[in-house]
């Protein structure tokens, strides 16, 4: 499969996992393409849709938190933020994605 179609395969499977959720893909459209795009490449590596901004570790157990979409994982910070932390998915209520900040969870507990 190429890797445009690739894409569209894992965006209608996304959907589906994330909408009960609560969430959606977001309405930046260039990200999307972007971050999807990086995923298939990371699957077509690893054999796995891995996130593409988190680094992967030595550790199976960990990389699989990160496998995409990782928000049943991180829901406590992705709520939070309303964002998954690459700005793939947002909450259903965002329609200005470039208001959300990518913060890091520790700064959340803490503040
Ligand atoms: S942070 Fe977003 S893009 Fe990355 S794996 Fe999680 S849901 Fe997917």
Redesign the pocket.
């Known amino acids: 499969m190429n890797v445009e179609s690739r894409k569209k395969a894992l965006r209608f499977m ?1 959907q589906k996992v ?1 909408d009960p959720l609560g ?1 959606k893909f977001s309405p930046d459209e260039e990200t999307v393409d972007f ?1 999807l795009e990086q ?1 298939v490449l990371l699957e077509q590596k690893h054999g796995i ?6 680094g992967l570790t030595r550790k199976r157990e960990e990389n699989m938190k ?6 049943p ?2 829901r406590e910070h ?1 709520d939070a933020i309303k ?7 947002v909450t259903k209520d965002v329609t200005n994605p470039d208001e959300l900040k990518q913060i890091p969870f520790g700064e959340i507990k803490r503040g």
Do not use: D, N, S
């Open positions: 996304f994330v969430y971050l995923e849709p891995f996130c593409p901004c988190q990160i496998v995409c979409p990782c928000i994982f991180h992705f964002r998954c932390w690459c700005l793939l998915f």
